[in-house]
């Protein structure tokens, strides 16, 4: 009895270490493999490359036109401020992202108040901050409070802001402005609102609620395009202007089913 149980527990004690150490293996690999499959699956950040083809195609739909190849030379990934770093994009790196795109400058351009002669002009930020609504452009400007203690941002929407008001703002020295494609373009036309420091614009693509952006909600949509055709495209083409797409790159509920025509 006592010889039959010995038998049995050296059995066990020759089979367990290797079942336990196969099982182990097993489980790791199981684990490598399911490593491989979360990371092949994962969404990645968009290239800037990727985003600006997006943009493009987003002008050409939205505009019912095909860029020239002769306009398409002059256009290229430096145009693009990379902003996709996360794609969860918590507003509160939003400060980061563009200090670093200002590069050790960014004190002088960002956060001095003074107007300097010749140098710096009345109403002309550096960074315009384009969304669809009042609520969303100062959602936005909490990721830029380390920037604008000293000289305030510039709130260019129509909700609870009367023109006047804006205008007599734009008269001190304005770095960072946010506000909606409507407002934006009528303080343009009317010469309140300067670009002649402007080198970047950051583009809000996150969807709203009901999965409408920037480039898809109807109205906001077309005015937005009217306001870049008017002051902004040309000095994309010349390199004097940066796009920096903050928010998923989605083609918006009217396109879901619909081919794209790929930029060409």
Known sequence: MASGKAKNLSKLSLRNPKNKDKASNQN?????????????????????SAQLSFFLDQF?????????????????????????E????????????????????????LCEKHLLDGK?????????????????SIELLRGLRALTKECHVAKLFSKHMKVEEQVSLLKNRVNIASGTPNRIKKLID??????????????DTHPDVKGYSLFTLPQVRDEFWDLYKSYFHDRLLQGSLCLGLYGPLSYG?????KKR????
Request: hydrophobic share 35%; glycine share 6%; charged share 20%.
């Open 28 to 48: 790791t690999q199981n684990s490598n493999n399911n490593n491989s499959l979360s990371n092949a699956t994962k969404p990645q950040p968009a290239s800037a």
């Open 60 to 84: 050409q739909s939205g505009n019912g036109i095909k860029i020239s190849s002769l306009e398409l030379e002059s256009v290229n990934d430096k145009c693009i401020l990379d902003l996709s």
């Open 86 to 109: 996360s794609l969860d994009q918590d507003v509160s790196l939003l400060g980061k992202h563009v200090m670093a795109a200002f590069g050790p400058s960014w004190k002088e351009e």
């Open 120 to 136: 710096i002009d009345p109403g002309s930020p550096a960074i315009l901050i384009i969304s669809t609504s009042a609520l969303r």
């Open 190 to 203: 009317i010469e309140a609102l300067g670009l002649s420091r402007l080198s970047v614009i950051v583009l």
């Open 253 to 257: 509920n009217e396109l879901k089913g």
């Open 261 to 264: 025509s790929p930029i060409e």
